[in-house]
């Protein structure tokens, strides 16, 4: 029941990871095979998977940059501009500093994370500050609480929430 459910920092959870951008100076490091997104890319998102991004680095682009490569399915929120648009990434690509990447700890399922997340938002930008643009850092995320069931209620939510998100898609 959701009542016996834990609520704890998503920090205590999960791993946030800032993404980072190659030197536009260096050609070499642009119109590559690797996708790499913006929080514009993440904002655009009208489902759950961010399949369509803007622009693309290189290899060399993402090993001379603090960019990292995300594995499909990764969940990614936006930290400027457009605060708290999430998404999962629909494949694996690498994204800028107004992005971060939440990877799981052990006990906690990435869609089930997903969603948790979404249900919570609202209250993750209580949490915003900045005073021209609303802004979220690694601080943010100590804050951010969310409910965590046992790891085989996790799945089952994340099945049911998925499976009704697929049909109103």
Not at 89 to 102: D, E, I, K, P, R
Not at 131 to 151: G, K, N, R, S, Y
Request: charged share 15%; proline share 5%; hydrophobic share 45%.
């Amino acid at each position: 029941m959701v009542g016996e459910w834990t609520w704890v920092p998503v920090s205590e959870v999960a791993t946030a990871v800032i993404g980072g951008t190659p030197s536009r100076d260096v050609a070499e490091y642009w119109h590559g095979d690797i996708p790499w997104a913006t929080a514009k890319d993440v904002a655009a998102v009208s489902g759950r998977y961010l399949l369509q991004v803007q622009e693309f680095i290189s290899e060399e682009g993402l090993n001379s940059s603090a960019a990292k490569l995300m594995p499909k399915g990764t969940v990614v929120i936006t930290a400027r501009g457009t605060v708290g648009a999430l998404a999962q990434l629909g494949q694996a690509m690498a994204f800028n500093q107004t992005c971060y990447a939440l990877l799981p700890g052990d006990g906690l399922d990435n869609d089930f994370l997903f969603y948790a997340l979404k249900g919570t938002v609202t209250e993750m930008r209580a949490l915003t500050y900045g005073t021209v643009f609303e802004t979220i850092t690694t601080q943010t995320f100590d804050h951010w609480m969310i409910p965590i069931p046992p790891l085989p209620e996790q799945r089952a939510i994340a099945h049911i929430l998925g499976t009704l998100g697929a049909r109103s898609s």
